[in-house]
């Protein structure tokens, strides 16, 4: 029975990995159907290589910082409990991962390829570990004094906090710092738009991180015996709290309407296990509409070029859904309980310190070193021909 249940756990465990793993592939798209058609292969170029990366550096340094687990043994160790570990390792890799391509999203059309690569390595093998630790691995003692003060740890069962807030939150910096596009904002006040190339290809990006999320969240239980259907049902209501209040709130525009479900989804991680789904229905409605007042803000009254509105997406909606535990996940509110106000106030505060603190190290030392930003011809030219020397419609190279 242990053996059928190790391999159980590692088969499901599996299969959200390969979810997750799949969500790739919705960054790559939604940031391919969001920028101009002029930097399109660099989305997917660089979505693919900063995965690569990312698991170099997760395998050999930040697993490590964050669980204490290295690989350094013989393969008849590793393989032990059907290779459960080894299974675990990859599914947290995917979480992982998804920092640099939410980073992607913001930085997009005018950063140099190569830093970024750079930037990934450190951020996942060293920033997001350090907090991934504390919160998910008790170091340094920060949730068991959270649970004898506040009668509560810090409660993030999927990575509101985590993954997404610490992602967007390392974003603004490196997004500050490399200043907007060419042509963005105009000298005496006026705004050019530069609107989505794709919209089929934003929508299918969208829908593959939706689909993909129910791995993300459900299936961060990581075993068959703690797997709860209110996971599902949660997330599912969310989504589509998520999607009517951006449909509503950015009057039928098709990119909130297809971001709408993220924001929601975003917002219901950290207490996707223990809120009610009318509780959840209602965090992914908020999260809708802080998705959209605020992108709006950054974009158009703040003059943030933050291109695919990844610190509205991830690090505010993140940071709601981390606070959203606290009050939602309460008796009082339907919840199951067990979860502190002050305690996901502190432990949301702590993640977003960290991102900030992390995300403006590592991007101020690579401007003041080796550069963040494309040159003037070559963001005007576009990433695709500047860097990789092909565009995504080829045809027009042939004839010149």
Known sequence: MDALRGGADAIFIMLGAVMVLAMHAGFAFLELGT????????????????????????????????????????????????????????????????????????????????????????????????????AWNQHFGVQAWLQSTFGAPFHDFAGSVVVHAVGGWIALPAILLL????????????????????????????????????????????????????????SLMAMVGGTIAAFLAGKNDPGYVHNGPLAGLVAICAGSNIVHPLGALLIGAIGGFIFVWMFERTQNKWKIDDVLGVWPLHGLCGVWGGIAAGIFGLKALGGLGGVSLMSQLIGTLMGVSIALIGGAAVYGLLKATIGLRLDAEDEFNGADLSIHRISATPERETYL
């Open 35 to 134: 920028v101009r058609k002029k930097n399109q292969v660099n989305a997917l170029v660089k979505i693919l290589v900063d995965f690569a990366v990312s698991t170099i550096a997760y395998f050999f340094v930040g697993y490590s910082i964050a669980y204490g687990v290295n690989f350094f043994s013989g393969a008849e160790v590793l393989a032990q409990r059907n290779g459960y570990d080894l299974v675990k390792f990859f599914f947290l890799l995917t979480f992982a991962a998804a920092i640099p391509a939410i980073i992607s999203g913001g930085i997009a059309e005018r950063s140099r390829f190569h830093p970024q690569l750079l930037a990934t390595a450190l951020i996942v093998g060293l920033v997001y570990p350090f907090f991934e630790g504390i």
């Open 179 to 234: 200043g907007a596009r060419q042509g963005r904002y105009i000298k005496d006040g006026a705004i050019a738009a530069h609107p989505p190339s794709s919209i089929p290809f934003l929508a299918l990006g969208a829908w593959i991180l939706t689909v993909g999320w129910f791995g993300f969240n459900v299936m961060s239980a990581q075993t068959v015996e703690a797997m709860n259907g209110l996971v599902a049902v949660n």
